[in-house]
Structures are given as C-alpha cells and as structure tokens.
C-alpha cells in the first residue's frame, strides 16, 4: 500500500523557517515525480513545488520562489520542503503528493495526510 | 492558466445526477497529444483523492457513476446518481502548463 507521511510543521514566526519531511513507503519512491500542494484554512489547493525523480529538476510557482525549496533522498524515500522568509499566506496544510513516473501532469494519484503550518507572531 | 468550476455549490437530491463545469483560459492539450485535466474529490476532513485524469480516465476504485468529459477548454465532471459518499469538495486541475492549477472547487451537498 502506497502511504506517504508528512512531518516538520508548526506554528512558527513571520520571517522564519520550518522544514517539512514526507516519509514514503510502498511503492519505488526514486521512480517517481513528486511535489508539494498546499490548502489554506477553509480554501482551495494550490502547488507549491515539484520534483524530478533524480532531484534534478525542480519546480516553484511565483507565490514561493526563492523561498521555498525542494529535495528528495532516494536511498531514504523521503521527500523535503525546505521554507524560509515564511508569510501569514503561507499557513496552510502541506500536502506530499506522488507523480508519474514521467512527469505529474496527471495530477497526484496518492496524498498524504498533511501537516498544518502556521505563520503568526 | 487560470481553471474556473461552476457552479461552486451544487445541492443534489440522492439519486438524482450531478454535473461540474470546468474551464480553462487556455487550451489543455500538450504537445504530446494528451490533454491534462483531472478531477480530484476530498471528503470532509480528507487528503483530496484522484477520480478522473487525462479528462476521462478514471482512477482504479472509483465508481463507474462517475465520468469525465469535454476537449479543449471547456470540461465536465458528472455523476450519473449522487449517493451520500459523493459529499465534499471536487476540484479540476490543468496539467498542461507550470504552475500546475486547480478550480475554485464545487461543493456537492445533499439537498
């Protein structure tokens, strides 16, 4: 059974940092493409990065770039959400998401659980 | 590329069918011939789900009450008869360009 599970959130300060961890499990984690999606309390879903399968390629929309980073382990199926110079907009409950084996166009076909993040003096 | 849903509510008597538009300000078909819109569900108080990729292919489990539809920009998500499992939100999703989007969201009751 594919199972992803993230970790690392928490209330944290406007300007500082958390990092996020998704544990992966069940599948070939290095053969796949996968990202971070993010839900604000009560709202919708929005991508917040994406990643190659051999951490070569990675992906930001505007809203987090220079920002954010993300990174992936292969011989520890764990997937990083590095975040810094974190804003009120960035509270939100992080979601790890698996993509395809050749990209994540597709959409995820398997979510974590989330872990919530909460920016506020 | 922005995705627009309608309708953003959609009250649903059990049994009777349901159906969400979703538009998209550009086309959704790659240069490899597909077309990236999907169609995710999440229950209250759970991760979304994938139902429909590539516009009408459904996901292993989910039922066939639910369908995909649609070419272009213009795409439908219907369910032939709501039953009361079908609560929560439903989002499409374009693949085609990065930043990868999602719809507003329609959320389906039961009237």
């Known amino acids: 059974e594919v199972q992803l599970v993230e970790s690392g959130g928490g209330l944290v300060q406007p300007g500082g940092s958390l990092r996020l961890s998704c544990a992966a499990s069940?599948?070939?984690?290095?053969?796949?493409?996968m990202s971070w999606v993010r839900q604000a309390p009560g709202k919708g879903l929005e991508w917040v990065s994406g990643?190659?399968?051999?951490?070569?390629?990675?992906y930001y929309p505007d809203s987090v770039k220079g920002r954010f980073t993300i990174s992936r382990d292969n011989s520890q199926n764990t997937l990083y959400l590095q975040m810094s110079s974190l804003r009120a907009e960035d509270t939100a409950l992080y979601y790890c998401?698996?993509?395809?084996?050749?990209?994540?166009?597709?959409?995820?076909?398997?979510w974590g659980q989330g872990t919530l993040v909460a920016v506020s003096s | 590329v922005v995705v627009t849903q309608s309708p953003l509510s959609l009250p649903v008597t059990l049994g009777q069918p349901a159906s969400i538009s979703c538009r998209s300000s550009?086309?959704?078909?790659?240069?490899?011939?597909?077309?990236?819109l999907n169609w995710f569900q999440q229950r209250p108080g759970q991760s979304p789900r994938r139902l429909i990729y590539?516009?009408?292919k459904r996901d292993s489990g989910v039922p066939d009450r639910f369908s995909g539809s649609g070419s272009g920009t213009d795409f439908t998500l219907n369910v032939t008869r709501v039953e009361a499992d079908d609560v929560g939100v439903y989002f499409c999703?374009?693949?085609?360009?990065?930043?990868?989007?999602f719809g507003q969201g329609t959320k389906l009751e039961i009237k």
């Open positions: 998401a698996k993509g395809g084996l050749e990209h994540t166009r597709s959409g995820p076909d398997c």
């Open positions: 069940g599948f070939t984690f290095s053969s796949y493409h």
């Open positions: 990643i190659s399968r051999g951490g070569d390629g990675t």
């Open positions: 550009q086309s959704l078909v790659y240069s490899d011939g597909n077309t990236y």
């Open positions: 590539q516009v009408s």
């Open positions: 999703m374009q693949g085609r360009l990065w930043p990868y989007t």
